[in-house]
Structure formats: C-alpha cells, structure tokens
C-alpha cells in the first residue's frame, strides 16, 4: 500500500510539473550538453561586446563564464559569435542547441524561448537630443515623433505595442547605423537600452549628456535565452549556479567593475 502510494506521488508530480527525480542531471552531463550548443551574442556593451583582442568580453560574457565554469562546462569567451541581433534572434528561434545573450526578458519572449537569469538590470528608453526640447508624457506624444529603432531589439518590440504608423519607425541592423540616422537629424528619438546608448556615444568621443530619456519604456533585467526545445534538466544546473553566483555578491562584483 505504501510503496504504490508513493507511486502515486511520482506520477502526480511528473504530470504537474513535468520533471520527476529520475529527469535530473548532474552537472557534468548539463555540462556537455551546454558545451555542444551554438553561443550567439551582439555588440551590446558594456553587456557584451567585442573587446579589443577580437574576444567577446564584458558584464554578461563575465557572468556567464563565472556560472559555466561553477558547473564545470568548458566553454571559452572564444565560444560567443558576435553577430547582429536580428539575425541571430531568428537563430535561437529557428535553430535547436542555440544560445543568445544578452536578451531583455519580456512575456512575448518567455513564450518563445527558456531563459536562464536574470543577470543584469536593464533600462529601455525613447532618447531625444536635450537641444530639442522634446517633452514625452503619452503616446500621443509619442506618435508625433520619428523613432529610430534597432531591428528585432527589444526597443522596437515595445514600441510596436503603441501602434505607431509604418511611417514613424525607421528600423535599423545596429545601432551604428541608427546612430548615424540619429546624429543627422533623420529620426527625432530612438529607443533603445539607455546604458548601451551611453556608452556607444561616450565609444565615439561625444558627450552623451547632449541626450536625455524622455520616455522609460520598460525596465526589466537581461537575461540568457535558449531554444525552446532546451530541456528544463540541462537549464537547472546553470540556473542554479547564476543563483548562487548572485547570493555571494560575485554578480554585484562584475557589474561594479565595469562602472567605472
């Protein structure tokens, strides 16, 4: 009686939730499953980015190596292909065994894909030069603007939800060429992740205190998104370690050496 009892138990928790005990994997063997996926990121800093050696480097890129190597995967920052956002986020929802970071979490996204965080907070904003004096309180406001956006980034998901005309959205690859749109006056704002605008524009020798965040769209945290077909068993062990590398200040540590 008892022993079919706790059969019982078994099959209620694998039909509500899914995973049963016998689903678990060690760390060595999320290890490997992790070290035969395909890494994808973006020029996204100080999040991630190329650093001068040619390697992928920055905040994301250190946590990321801190997790994997907790948990024994031999992955390298050799490993991440920085390429542009649009193309690699079709990737990871096309491609089973991909990765790309760093990705701002949002419901549309979760339901696409498995993500492993959050690392980082992160701040999506429309940007106005302050010379113009643009007041942004409603999406009114909004709509009376030409607003620049990155293809696929979470800056023209949201603005997308404002149903602003075709006409009022200039999409861009990257935010060098929106950038370029922005400084020649072809677009009035553009929306984007404020810290990673900043640190472009301070990149460039400009003075990044010429623009403002007229508008905050969303201030969520970045995280690690995976193909949906990703199981759950080989995400726990990564997870895991991300949790753990927050609650001994390792995470606070990473992000502070790069305020600097």
Not at 100 to 105: D, E, G, H, P
């Amino acid at each position: 009686m008892i022993k079919q009892m706790l059969l019982k138990v078994v099959f209620c928790a694998v039909i509500l939730f899914g995973v049963s005990p016998l689903s678990a994997l060690s760390n060595e063997e999320a290890a490997r499953k992790l070290e035969a996926m395909d890494w994808y990121s973006e020029e996204y800093p100080p999040y991630n980015y190329l650093g001068k050696d040619g390697i992928a480097t920055g905040m994301a890129v250190d946590i990321l190596i801190a997790a994997l190597k907790k948990i024994g995967a031999n992955i390298s920052p050799e490993a991440f292909k920085i390429v542009p956002w649009n193309e690699s986020y079709k990737r990871v929802q096309r491609n089973p065994g991909t990765v790309l970071f760093s990705m701002t979490y949002t419901p549309e996204r979760e339901r696409m894909m498995k993500f492993v965080g959050p690392s980082i907070p992160v701040r999506i904003s429309v940007i106005v030069p302050r010379a113009k004096n643009l007041k942004v309180n409603s999406i009114a406001d909004l709509s009376a603007l030409r607003i620049g956006v990155v293809r696929d980034d979470v800056g023209d998901q949201l603005i997308r939800k404002f149903a602003l005309s075709d006409d009022a959205i200039a999409k861009k690859d990257s935010l060098r060429q929106l950038s370029y749109y922005f400084a020649r006056g072809r677009v009035d704002a553009i929306a984007y992740a404020s810290q990673v605008f900043s640190h472009y524009i301070k990149s460039a020798g400009e003075d990044p205190g010429q623009y403002e965040e007229a508008y905050v769209l969303k201030e969520g945290h970045l995280g690690y998104a995976f193909h949906h077909s990703t199981p759950p068993e080989v995400l726990a062990p990564l997870q895991k370690a991300i949790n753990d590398l927050r609650a001994d200040g390792t995470i606070d540590r990473i992000i502070a050496g790069y305020s600097n």
